[in-house]
């Protein structure tokens, strides 16, 4: 199996364009839900926080990279200086 070199650009906009489903099957059990909602919160605030840094601290390139996002995917709504996080 060969490899292939994937440079910092390419590992960047897959990161920023992943997103997380809920499983197909719930499970039975609430905890198990709300557990399941809050690692997918988890992840999309981790990109969030990337987006972030790429727009504060990366050059031109890097800020541009911060607007990838994949078709779907949640985003955080604004309110003040604030972002929130809404459940659907």
Same mark, same amino acid.
């Given at each position: ?6 440079? @910092?650009?390419?590992? #960047?906009?897959? %990161?920023?364009? !992943?997103? @997380?489903?809920?499983?197909? $099957? ?6 198990r &839900? ?5 690692? @997918? &919160?988890? %992840?999309? $605030?981790?990109?969030?926080? %990337? ?7 990366? !050059? ?7 607007? =990838?996002?994949?078709e779907?995917? @949640?985003?955080?709504? =604004? #309110? ?9």
């Amino acid at each position: 199996m060969a490899k292939k070199r994937l440079g @910092i650009k390419a590992c #960047v906009e897959a %990161f920023l364009e !992943t997103t @997380i489903h809920p499983p197909e $099957k719930e499970p039975k059990q609430e905890y198990r &839900r709300r557990e399941n909602a809050a690692e @997918i &919160r988890g %992840f999309n $605030k981790a990109q969030e926080h %990337f987006r972030g840094l790429l727009e504060l601290n990366g !050059t031109r390139e890097a800020a541009a990279l911060a607007s =990838r996002r994949a078709e779907g995917q @949640i985003q955080p709504t =604004r #309110v003040g200086k604030s972002l929130l996080w809404m459940d659907s």
